[in-house]
C-alpha cells in the first residue's frame, strides 16, 4: 500500500476510535509508522513481534495502537506513565529497541509552516501531517533495563495470593517468606481498603495446592 494512502487510513481509523482527530494522534500514528520503517517491520501487526511502551496514555496512545497493532490485549503494550508523548518499540526476536519522541522544536515549527490558522491545535493538526522524519522525531536506538521475556511470562503461569486469595497471573507475584503474595498485600498498591472492609489473615494456612484450608 502506498505510505499516503496508508497514513491517511491510520489516521481515519484513529479518529473513528477517539471520536475526532487531534495532533497528538497524527504523532501517534506517524510515530508507530517510523518504528515500523526503522526495524523493519510491516506494521500493524496482529503478532506479538513488536513490543511497545508507552510514556503517556490518552489520544497519542490511540495513534500508535492503531499503526503498530500493539494492544493491551494482546499483551504487547505497556505504560509508564512519564507524561511525555514518547515511546520505546521492541522488535521481540531480534531484541531490537528504539525510542522516538517528538523534536522539542515541533510546536514552533508547526507555527512556522502554518502562520495563518486560527490556532496553535489547528496549526498543529495541519504541520504534523506534512513535517518531515528527521525533523518531526528525536531517534534514539536503547537497551532495556529490563527482561522482556519475564514482562511477557509464559502462558499458564498463575498462583493465588496467600493473604487475600486472589489469582495472581503472569508470574506478577511477590515471594515474601518462600510464599507468594499479590503487589497489593506485599505492600505495593494503588489503592487501600476501607476500615470496614474484612482483611484475611496472611497466616491463615493453605493447602499444598496454594488454596486456602476451609474450617
Keep these: 500500500m502506498d505510505d499516503l494512502l496508508k497514513f491517511n487510513d491510520l489516521l481515519a481509523e484513529s479518529a473513528r476510535r477517539h471520536d475526532h482527530l487531534c495532533p497528538r494522534q497524527v504523532i501517534g500514528v506517524r510515530m508507530g509508522m517510523l518504528a515500523g520503517k526503522l526495524l523493519q517491520l510491516d506494521l500493524p501487526r496482529s503478532d ?25 490485549g494482546h499483551r504487547t503494550l505497556r505504560l509508564y506513565d512519564y ?9 521481540v526476536k531480534s531484541e531490537q529497541a528504539v525510542r522516538i519522541a517528538p523534536s522539542p522544536k515541533l510546536r514552533a515549527l508547526a507555527a512556522q509552516i502554518v502562520p495563518d490558522a486560527k490556532s496553535s491545535w489547528h496549526a498543529q493538526l ?6 518531515l522524519d528527521e525533523l518531526m522525531f528525536d531517534v534514539t536506538w536503547v537497551t532495556l533495563d529490563l527482561s522482556l521475556s519475564d514482562l511477557i511470562s509464559r502462558h499458564g503461569m498463575r498462583v493465588n ?15 515474601v517468606n518462600e510464599k507468594p503474595f499479590c503487589r497489593t ?17 496472611a497466616l491463615e494456612p493453605i493447602s499444598e495446592n ?4 476451609a474450617e
Design 48 to 72: 506479538k513481534q513488536l513490543f511497545t511502551f508507552l510514556e503517556t496514555d490518552g489520544c497519542f496512545a490511540d495513534g500508535v495502537t492503531v499503526a503498530t497493532g500493539c494492544t493491551l
Design 83 to 91: 507524561g511525555k508523548a514518547a515511546a520505546t518499540f521492541v522488535d
Design 126 to 131: 495541519i504541520a504534523y501531517q506534512q513535517i
Design 161 to 175: 495470593c496467600v493473604s487475600c486469595g486472589e489469582e495472581i497471573i503472569n508470574e506478577r507475584e511477590v515471594m
Design 185 to 201: 498485600c506485599a505492600g505495593d498498591s494503588y489503592y487501600h481498603r476501607n476500615p470496614d472492609t474484612a482483611v484475611v489473615d
Design 210 to 213: 496454594n488454596q486456602r484450608v
